[in-house]
């Protein structure tokens, strides 16, 4: 066995490799029967093998080459496409920015264009205010034509100082010009707006609320005499109080007879009471307006408490017309329209307010004219 075994061992093993290589070199890799046109056509070699195994390596590594080849191709598209992205949100961020400055542009020109007809419609209110009075109609008692004029002011007002205008003689004269007696100042009625759309209206010389010392005529009808003498009992009764336990009963019963008084109001005006004539329809709707004010005030009571039932700091005590129209920039009041028998002080103010508004502008003229010749 032993002997046999050495007989079929190779003698030249190199030469059997070298052998093999060539044979797989030589024979095409077809099948077994074509390699070996014998007898035997199932039969398979181990030179079959070998050339399977080498056309599998040739097969694996031409894939393996076409699959980097694709690889670097989809690197490129991907490339490209990061790069198309790009340019994209560069184009998109670049079109934002343009459309946004149309937009803006757009937006300027249309307030431009907005100031620019505010300017002409207040000038040419002001040339109705200044030289055609008899054209105001009732925008000086309404306090509108007051308010326009102290818009107008309120930028030069504040700094105002009458020492600045010259000689003693001059500050004398524009004092008396621009003077106001308490009794002027007594009869203006001024307007504070807070949260809410509430407001705040009363005297500029006492700053009390729930002004009750006139009534509009559809509230002075007999029949709402005693809802009347009730709400002005609780109203006194509301502002002498200063501890907070009583002041929150008193605001109580003032609420429950304000809303006894816009009952008996509501049921005594009738559709057709309002109907009758413009004359009651009107006087309905001022009572309905009056008792709103009240009620708003009656809110503002109950928000700063007792003793507070307005700041001092509203109240106006002097006697000229520049710290009065300072002295309502300042605390952000205007005026109201004024009670009856109390226009005349409108009309007074109202002259006053439309001399001062031509000297400001004729002394602007002539400072913008002599900055111009230096």
């Known amino acids: 066995m032993i002997r046999m075994m050495v007989l079929l061992r190779p003698r030249f093993p190199c030469l059997l490799s070298l052998f093999f290589i060539t044979a797989v070199a030589v024979v095409p890799s077809r099948n077994a029967a074509a390699q070996f046109p014998f007898t035997y056509?199932?039969?398979?070699?181990?030179a079959t093998a070998a050339s399977l195994e080498i056309q599998a390596e040739a097969q694996y590594l031409r894939a393996y080459g076409q699959v980097q080849r694709d690889l670097s191709v989809a690197?490129?598209?991907h490339a490209e496409a990061q790069r198309l992205e790009l340019a994209n949100a560069k184009q998109a961020l670049h079109d934002h920015l343009e459309r946004r400055e149309l937009l803006e542009a757009e937006h300027n020109r249309q307030i431009a264009k907005r100031l620019k007809g505010?300017?002409?419609?207040?000038e040419r209110i002001l040339e109705r205010l200044k030289n055609h009075?008899?054209?105001?109609?009732?925008?000086?008692?309404?306090g509108v034509a007051l308010n326009f004029l102290k818009n107008r002011l309120d930028s030069a007002v504040v700094t105002f100082r009458s020492e600045s205008m010259g000689s003693r003689e001059a500050v004398q004269e524009v004092a008396a010009l621009l003077h106001v007696t308490p009794a002027i100042v007594h009869a203006l009625q001024v307007r504070q707006h807070l949260s809410k759309g509430e407001t705040f209206v009363f005297r500029l010389d006492e700053g009390q609320p729930l002004q009750v010392d006139w009534w509009p005529p559809a509230l002075r009808a007999p029949e709402l005499k005693d809802a009347r003498s009730?709400?002005?009992?609780?109203?006194?009764?509301?502002?002498?109080?200063?501890?907070?336990?009583?002041?929150d009963?008193?605001?109580?019963?003032?609420?429950?007879?304000?809303?006894?008084?816009e009952e008996a109001f509501l049921k005594m005006q009738t559709r057709a009471t309002r109907l009758k004539s413009q004359q009651a329809w009107v006087a309905c709707n001022d009572g309905k307006a009056f008792l709103q004010t009240?009620?708003?005030?009656?809110?503002r009571m109950e928000k700063l408490g007792p003793g507070a039932p307005g700041p001092q700091t509203l109240v106006y005590q002097g006697t000229e017309l520049p710290e009065l129209l300072a002295h309502m920039v300042r605390n952000g009041l205007e005026f109201a329209p004024a009670k009856p028998a109390d226009e005349h002080a409108y009309e007074q103010v109202f002259r006053m307010l439309r001399d001062l508004y031509v000297?400001?502008?004729a002394d602007e003229a002539q400072n913008e004219s002599a900055t111009e010749k230096q």
């Open 359 to 361: 000297a400001f502008k």
């Open 230 to 247: 009730q709400f002005e009992v609780a109203r006194a009764k509301a502002l002498e109080t200063r501890s907070s336990a009583d002041f």
């Open 249 to 261: 009963g008193c605001i109580r019963k003032l609420l429950l007879r304000h809303a006894a008084l």
């Open 133 to 142: 009075p008899e054209l105001n109609g009732g925008e000086v008692v309404t």
């Open 75 to 77: 690197r490129i598209h």
């Open 118 to 122: 505010a300017r002409e419609r207040n």
């Open 41 to 46: 056509p199932y039969y398979y070699g181990p």
């Open 294 to 299: 009240l009620s708003g005030e009656i809110r």
